[in-house]
Structure formats: C-alpha cells, structure tokens
C-alpha cells in the first residue's frame, strides 16, 4: 500500500504558473508509476501526467503537454507537477496518484490522496 499527500495548490491567474508536490510512503518500490489525476466540477476524473519509477519515463495527456513537467526524487519519494501557461480550463481537485498503471491505452489511478484545488482565474 502506497500513501500519498499533496500540497501546492491555489489560485493563480490565467498564464501563471503553479508547482505541485506528493510525498509519498509506505511500499513505494512494487509502484509502476506515481500519476497526477484531476478532477473538475461534473466531470469524471481525467489523468494529467505520470512518471515511471524504474527509469523516470513521462507520459502526458495531450491537454497539458509542453506545459505542465512532471518530476520526481525518488530517494525522498516525492513527486512534483510544475504547472505553467495556466488556463481557467486547468481548475480542478488534483489527485496523486501513487500507483499508476497503464492497461491498454489508459493510465489509472490508485493509492489516492485527498487531492488539492487549484483555481485558474480569467
């Protein structure tokens, strides 16, 4: 079982920039991938971005790609999702992810934390 907690999360304008973090614990080394998920007011809870523990590969969804960069340190099992070029269509609860899987062609989540709000203003 992995546990996660995010931090980072809040307002900012449309264009600005905003840095996420997940510390994670617990048997992070059987993870495939820590992910971050989110989720908007009425909308099912979409995958953002995911980080493969075994050699760092990254995978994005198309929405966020060249602007949002997912990183993490392993020795402090953490992981981060610096968010740039911010828009109000990227306001929602953000989920880490600490056991992310892909099956077929979609990523999904377990292990979830308890998520952090960002609001992206116009």
């Known amino acids: 079982q992995v546990h996660v907690e995010e931090s980072g999360g809040g307002l900012v304008q449309a264009g600005g920039s905003l840095r996420l973090s997940c510390a994670a614990s617990g048997r992070t080394f059987n993870s495939y991938a820590m992910g971050w998920f989110r989720q908007a007011p009425g909308k099912e809870r979409e995958f953002v971005a995911c980080?493969?523990?075994?050699?760092?590969?990254?995978y994005y969804a198309d929405s966020v790609k060249g602007r949002f960069t997912i990183s993490s340190d392993n020795v402090k099992n953490m992981v981060y999702l610096q968010m740039s070029s911010l828009k109000p269509e990227d306001t929602a609860v953000y989920y880490c992810a600490g056991n992310t899987q892909l099956y077929g062609s979609t990523w999904y989540g377990g292990s979830w934390g308890q998520g952090t709000q960002v609001t992206v203003s116009s």
């Open positions: 980080i493969r523990r075994r050699d760092g590969r990254t």
